[in-house]
C-alpha cells in the first residue's frame, strides 16, 4: 500500500537581530488539521507562555517531525547573516526523520533545499501553526543556549536580552570588548560605524 500523506513543514528562525550568539532555525512536521489553542508567533507571547507551549508541542509531535539547525556566530561573520539563517534551516530539515512535501518558510527569502518545494509566506509565524511551531521551537532552543552563555559572561545580561543589541548589552560591549560568540562583522552603533573589540574569549 503506497503512503499518499502529504507532510509540511513549517520554518523559522530566531536571532537574526542579534549581536552576540548563534542564528537557531527550526522545521517542523505539522499534523494535517491540528490546532493547538494559544499558539502564535513566538514574538507575541511572554518567555512562560513560550515555555508552555513548546511542553505542549513536545507532547503532540513526534521526535524527528521537529528538529533545529543553528548557525554559529563564526559562520555569521563568514557568509552573512542571511546565508547563516538559511543553512540553519537547511540543518533543520535535515534532521527531519520525514521528507516534507511541501516547506512554509516565515518570510520573503528563501535559498532552496534539495528538490523540496516552498512557499514563503509574510508573517507567516502568525498565520501558520506550522511556522507557529517552528518559532517556538527555535526561540526557546536559542533563549536556552543564551542562558548559558551568560554563565560563562554574566556582564553581558544575556540571560535578559538573549543577545540583542538592549542598552545593556551595548554598554557592556563598550566597558570590556566582545567576547568569543559576538558578531565581529555587525554594526551596533547607531552611527554605524563598526567597531573593533578585543576578544574576550
Not at 508541542?57 to 533545529?68: F, H, K, Q, T, Y
Not at 536580552?161 to 554594526?187: D, V, W
Request: charged share 25%; glycine share 6%.
Amino acid at each position: 500500500m503506497i503512503n499518499k500523506q502529504k507532510y509540511t513543514a513549517g520554518l523559522d528562525e530566531a536571532g537574526r537581530g542579534c549581536l552576540a550568539g548563534p542564528v537557531v532555525a527550526s522545521a517542523v512536521i505539522w499534523p494535517d488539521n491540528y490546532m493547538l489553542e494559544g499558539l502564535t508567533d513566538s514574538k507575541k507571547l511572554n518567555e512562560k507562555k513560550r515555555d508552555l507551549l513548546r511542553k505542549n508541542l513536545e507532547d503532540c509531535i513526534p521526535p524527528g517531525n521537529w528538529a533545529v539547525g543553528i548557525s554559529t556566530p563564526k559562520e555569521i561573520d563568514e557568509i552573512n547573516i542571511l546565508q547563516a539563517t538559511f543553512l540553519a534551516m537547511h540543518r533543520a530539515i535535515e534532521k527531519l526523520t520525514v521528507k516534507p512535501h511541501l516547506l512554509l518558510i516565515d518570510g520573503n527569502r528563501f535559498k532552496p533545499y534539495l528538490d523540496i518545494p516552498y512557499r514563503c509566506e509574510i508573517k507567516g509565524d502568525a498565520r501558520f501553526q506550522a511556522i507557529s511551531a517552528a518559532s517556538i521551537f527555535a526561540k526557546t532552543y536559542r533563549d536556552q543556549l543564551m542562558k548559558e552563555a551568560h554563565e560563562k559572561n554574566p556582564d553581558y545580561g544575556w540571560n535578559m536580552n538573549k543577545g540583542y543589541p538592549s542598552a545593556n548589552h551595548k554598554e557592556a560591549l563598550a566597558t570590556y570588548g566582545m567576547t568569543s560568540i559576538h558578531r565581529k562583522t555587525f554594526k551596533w552603533k547607531t552611527s554605524q560605524v563598526k567597531i573593533n573589540f578585543p576578544d574576550n574569549g
